[in-house]
């Protein structure tokens, strides 16, 4: 069992900056990949970033490539979703997501473990 919680979520104007973390807690970090997922009002739930258990290899969808990076600290058991250069569009419930395989955790049928989720909401 994981336990996903985010935090950072807030109000920013567009054109800001944001960093979303992620604590977790139960079996060991470091055996997991990470990833994000945001699901906008009305919308279904999207990819947004993805990482490898070590942290080499990071998967991004078109959308944020180049504004968002992922990172994560396996000693503090913590993933990390900095965001720049935000738009409007960006506004959404931002989820934190554990699975197997990070190539794979562009979907969510592949994640095992949900967090609650945190706002982020950008103004125009």
């Known amino acids: 069992q994981v336990q996903l919680v985010e935090s950072g979520g807030g109000l920013v104007q567009a054109g800001g900056s944001l960093r979303l973390s992620c604590a977790a807690s139960?079996?060991?970090?470091?055996?997991?990949?990470m990833g994000w997922f945001r699901q906008a009002p009305g919308k279904e739930r999207q990819f947004v970033a993805s990482i490898s258990r070590s942290g080499g290899n990071t998967y991004y969808a078109d959308s944020v490539k180049g504004r968002f990076t992922i990172s994560r600290d396996n000693a503090k058991n913590t993933v990390y979703l900095q965001m720049n250069s935000l738009k409007p569009e960006d506004t959404a419930v931002y989820y934190c997501?554990?699975?197997?395989?990070?190539?794979?955790?562009?979907?969510?049928?592949?994640?095992?473990?949900w967090g609650k989720g945190t706002l982020v909401t950008v103004s125009s």
């Open positions: 997501a554990s699975g197997r395989v990070a190539a794979m955790l562009n979907l969510p049928s592949n994640v095992d473990y």
């Open positions: 139960g079996r060991a970090f470091s055996s997991y990949a």
